[in-house]
């Protein structure tokens, strides 16, 4: 046999056998092709070696070189078919074993929200002077919202602008309502219910068609107080805040009240905490007034009150450092998790 043709005979052993083992999917056409190329007593591999005899002497190192390279190749694809299969067979799920001696696996666990643990937190320091909770509807009526606190029908806070009114269908027609605008409503819907005196707080959302920005978010969050009794004065007005301030924010804190209005508190200020640097503005607050007292049932004569609204985000951003109220709201819990 010529050179030429052993290299042919190789060649197409080389083609057959590829083809053959990168086809197999299965150990079953695995083993019949390794039986059929490199089977020890017939497979095709041994019939071309034995024609290696055939090939004339001076002729037979190139051959005999080029054999051995065509069985490493045919070698190869079956080891590479052989791992493919078993890799696949491997992934058939096996029984699971407990081991006892395995780590164990740990738990995420999640935690409230900062605005939460704050609300939870000036709960407990307005508790510890006498303020119980009281809580109110986040859909309010116009009465609620306005008229009881002496903001008549023409009143610029009242603006389609300014706040989200929604059309409630009832069974006499469509009621206006709105997403209240402040925590305000609660004082009137505790006074219309209880008889003085009355102590209270209340804490929950607020809404305003404000575009988010670092300081502003069209949903945020007061805290509400109303106390009522007979010679009530701003001076416990004053004291009651600055012992929450202090309570929540250090005892080197200073308050500072600026004259202001709101329909409802006569007279009004804005209060301002001063800490570590600067003066921030937290709210609002004022002598309740004696309308708004009346369209309740109470009587002015009788009784006198303080009431005050505090933004709770900004209470929490400046005692953590947050500058930007929309990291309340990212949902992000590397900025959640610190807290
Ligand atoms: N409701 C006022 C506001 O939202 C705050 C306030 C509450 C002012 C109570 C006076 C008394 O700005």
């Known amino acids: 046999m010529g050179l030429a043709q052993f290299f042919q005979e190789l060649d197409r052993l080389a083609a057959d056998s590829l083809e053959a083992f990168s086809r197999a999917q299965d150990v079953a056409t695995l083993e019949s092709g390794r039986v059929e190329f490199l089977g020890?007593?017939?497979?095709?591999?041994?019939?071309?070696?034995?024609?290696?005899?055939?090939?004339?002497?001076?002729?037979?190192?190139?051959?005999?070189?080029?054999?051995?390279?065509?069985?490493?190749?045919?070698?190869?694809?079956?080891?590479?078919?052989?791992?493919?299969?078993?890799?696949?067979?491997?992934?058939?799920?096996?029984?699971?074993?407990?081991?006892?001696?395995?780590p164990g696996r740990r738990q995420r666990i999640g935690r409230r929200h900062p605005i939460t643990q704050t609300i939870e937190e000036l709960k407990d320091i307005m508790g510890r002077l006498g303020f119980a909770v009281a809580d109110g509807p986040e859909i309010e009526d116009e009465w609620h919202n306005f008229e009881a606190l002496n903001i008549p029908r023409q009143h610029p806070a009242r603006d389609p602008l300014e706040n989200f009114y929604l059309s409630v269908a009832g069974a006499t027609g469509n009621t206006v309502r709105l997403l209240r605008s402040q925590t305000s409503t609660v004082q009137i819907r505790v006074m219309e219910r209880t008889p003085p005196p009355i102590r209270i707080i209340?804490?929950?959302?607020?809404?305003?068609?404000?575009?988010?920005?670092?300081?502003?978010?069209?949903?945020?969050?007061?805290?509400?107080?109303?106390?009522?009794?007979?010679?009530?004065?701003?001076?416990?007005?004053?004291?009651?805040?600055?012992?929450?301030?202090?309570?929540?924010?250090?005892?080197?804190?200073?308050?500072?009240?600026?004259?202001?209005?709101?329909?409802?508190?006569?007279?009004?200020?804005?209060?301002?905490?001063?800490?570590?640097?600067?003066?921030?503005?937290?709210?609002?607050?004022?002598?309740?007034?004696?309308?708004?007292?009346?369209?309740?049932?109470?009587?002015?004569?009788?009784?006198?009150?303080?009431?005050?609204?505090?933004?709770?985000?900004?209470?929490?951003?400046?005692?953590?450092g947050i500058t930007d109220i929309r990291e309340f709201y990212k949902n992000d819990v590397r900025f959640l998790e610190q807290f």
């Open 40 to 102: 020890a007593k017939s497979g095709r591999l041994k019939d071309v070696q034995k024609q290696l005899g055939g090939v004339p002497p001076d002729e037979r190192p190139a051959a005999g070189k080029r054999f051995n390279e065509v069985k490493q190749q045919i070698q190869s694809a079956f080891d590479s078919a052989r791992d493919r299969i078993h890799a696949g067979v491997t992934q058939v799920p096996q029984a699971h074993v407990f081991d006892p001696t395995e």
């Open 202 to 320: 209340s804490l929950g959302r607020v809404y305003r068609p404000d575009t988010a920005d670092a300081t502003h978010y069209p949903m945020f969050h007061q805290m509400e107080g109303l106390l009522i009794d007979r010679q009530v004065t701003m001076a416990d007005l004053k004291s009651v805040l600055r012992m929450f301030a202090s309570s929540y924010l250090g005892t080197d804190v200073h308050i500072r009240f600026r004259p202001s209005f709101f329909p409802f508190t006569e007279p009004s200020v804005e209060v301002d905490f001063q800490w570590n640097d600067g003066w921030t503005e937290f709210g609002g607050a004022g002598m309740v007034d004696p309308h708004v007292l009346q369209s309740v049932g109470y009587d002015p004569e009788e009784v006198t009150g303080f009431a005050f609204g505090l933004g709770i985000e900004r209470l929490c951003m400046r005692r953590h």
